[in-house]
């Protein structure tokens, strides 16, 4: 069974940080495009940021929502089967319950209906 499972959320203040993780089980995360979504109380989901899926030596492709951009890093440990979302500089704006999906492609649009297996998601507040 397919699974992903996001960790790393809580409270924390402007201006601070977080990593969230998310573990793969019942496949291998290097095999798809993951990426990272969010969604406030009260508004639509929106995409953060994707990592494509390893295809041999090709250097990764990662894309970032432009809120996030210089603030946010999306990485992969393979042996792991993990990938992380390292936020910095954190704003009460990025406040929301965030989810890992898995799909085929990391596009710069981030578009979560490419996406084909979703975490439960992991609540991120943002507060002084």
């Known amino acids: 069974q397919l699974q992903l499972v996001e960790s790393g959320g809580g409270l924390v203040q402007p201006g601070g940080s977080l990593r969230l993780s998310c573990a793969a089980s019942g496949f291998t995360l290097g095999h798809y495009a993951i990426g990272w979504f969010r969604q406030a109380p009260g508004k639509e989901r929106e995409g953060v940021s994707c990592?494509?899926?390893?295809?041999?030596?090709?250097?990764?492709?990662?894309n970032y929502a432009e809120s996030v951009k210089g603030r946010f890093t999306i990485s992969r440990d393979n042996a792991k089967n993990m990938v992380y979302l390292q936020m910095n500089s954190l704003k009460p704006e990025d406040a929301a319950v965030y989810y890992c999906a898995a799909g085929s492609t990391c596009s710069r649009y981030l578009i979560g209906r490419e996406y084909d297996y979703w975490g439960q998601g992991t609540q991120v507040t943002v507060s002084s």
């Open positions: 990592i494509s899926a390893k295809v041999s030596a090709r250097d990764d492709i990662t």
